[in-house]
């Protein structure tokens, strides 16, 4: 359990300036919170907005949201539990100080025990809560999968749980859809419309492109968030933007940066070898 807790972890990130707004994907989101959904995943690989498009979801509710961007450190199921109470109470201060004391103890309750004091706790508040876990494909251990999916077995109506992933997590997605309690959004959903795709690269990134260049582009990185940013960022200074458009492809040196970085984090984080 850390001895001081690292604040950020538990604040929503700041919505960018110039942000490409996306009601439909909004009204999604807001529809499974309407219906009383259990869980809310959004579930697709790196650069596609995951982050972004939760930030402006919550950004926009009148019920409070409490969150927290996971690690790998979370993968201590104590750690994990100290964090997701903390996130709650940034919402609710006085919420599972109890649990937190127990958490504490030289021997500590099972973990089950820890989250049924910590749902009896959510019962009685009057407003609810939306709690998201980003980063959720960071968690890699049986026990933290089991501790989410005895809280999504037990979530009362005062609670819905958010988690944002690169890969769905073990816990009981096909049984949630199949009780109608799911609501999911996946690379195929989010990646940029045309439309967006246009407003992203003409009016956030400042590019002049022409219609027919928006769209070779956009068929090219397939609607692929990071993609149009880095090809954005490759086309800044350029006079001959249809040009280096054709050019643009996976091997492009941007793109390539991108994935590289990406690897590269998935083995400092995972510990092992890319083979």
Known sequence: MPDTLLRTKLYVPPLRPNLVSRPQLIDKLNQGLQ???KLTLVSAPAGFGKTTLISEWVAGFERPAAWLSLD??????TRFLTYLIAALQTVEPNMGEGTLA?????Q????ESILTALLNDIVTIPDSIVLALDDYHLIDVQPVDKAVTFLLENLPPQLLLVVSTRDDPKLPVARLRACGQLTELRAADLHFTSAEAAEFLNQVMGLNLAVEDVAALEARTEGWIAGLQLAAISM?????SSSLIKSFTGSH???????????LASVFRFGHAVS
């Not at 790998?72 to 199921?77: A, F, L, Q, S, V």
């Not at 127990?102 to 030289?106: C, N, Y």
């Open 35 to 37: 219906l009383g959904h």
């Open 72 to 77: 790998k450190g979370d993968n201590d199921t």
């Open 102 to 106: 127990a958490l504490r103890a030289p």
């Open 108 to 111: 500590p309750p099972s973990t």
């Open 236 to 240: 800044q200074g350029h006079q001959d």
């Open 253 to 263: 040196r941007f793109v390539l940066d991108y994935l590289i970085e990406e690897v």
